[in-house]
């Protein structure tokens, strides 16, 4: 399989393949992604609205599908380790409180680190396979089988790929676009 493109996000850097194209030091992940989106002249209202991961998730993915004319038939492959335990974490604080007890409907919508998936299959109107798995490691040549399989099938004709880490002020995201 080939590698087309990649992106690295991580240590308040956005890399594709392997050149800086966004550096800020600003420590927290959500001004760091706000910057970025707007750094990036980015038009989609729906980010703001995301949880971190999916903010990591979308900025990885914009970077190596911005050139791509038609991404219906790209399937995506993800994993990570933490699942979306930030934002379940967010959402358990949101019924602990006793003050302020109401369950927010806009943060439990990102329970499931697969939302992340479902917001760049909508960004790109990708209609074709998608999963997202919680591994202990990135492991690529796992990711790799389930991608070839994607491929040989005829189920998609490209791949997103890679692993997005998120939790709490730790965040990496290595993503890339594979093809036979």
Not at 70 to 79: E, G, H, P, Q
Not at 86 to 105: A, G, L, M, V
Not at 172 to 180: E, I, N, P, Q
């Amino acid at each position: 399989m080939n590698k087309i493109k990649t992106c690295t996000i991580e240590n308040s850097k956005i890399s594709v393949n392997d050149k800086v194209i966004f550096e800020n030091p600003i420590h927290t992940f959500p001004e760091f992604a706000k910057e970025a989106y707007k750094s990036m002249e980015l038009n989609y209202p729906k980010f703001h609205k995301m949880d971190n991961l999916s903010k990591l998730a979308f900025l990885s993915a914009e970077m190596v599908l911005k050139d791509q004319e038609d991404n219906s038939k790209t399937a995506i492959v993800f994993a990570n380790r933490s699942s979306s335990l930030d934002t379940d974490f967010k959402y358990q604080e949101s019924i602990n409180s006793q003050e302020n007890y109401y369950p927010s409907p806009a943060v439990f919508v990102y329970t499931l680190p697969n939302i992340c998936v479902g917001e760049i299959s909508i960004r790109h109107q990708m209609r074709t396979e998608n999963a997202f798995f919680v591994l202990d490691h990135f492991d690529e040549e796992f990711l790799h089988t389930y991608s070839r399989r994607l491929l040989e099938s005829g189920k998609a004709e490209k791949v997103l790929c890679g692993w997005v880490e998120l939790y709490q002020e730790n965040y990496t995201a290595f993503v890339y676009l594979l093809t036979l």
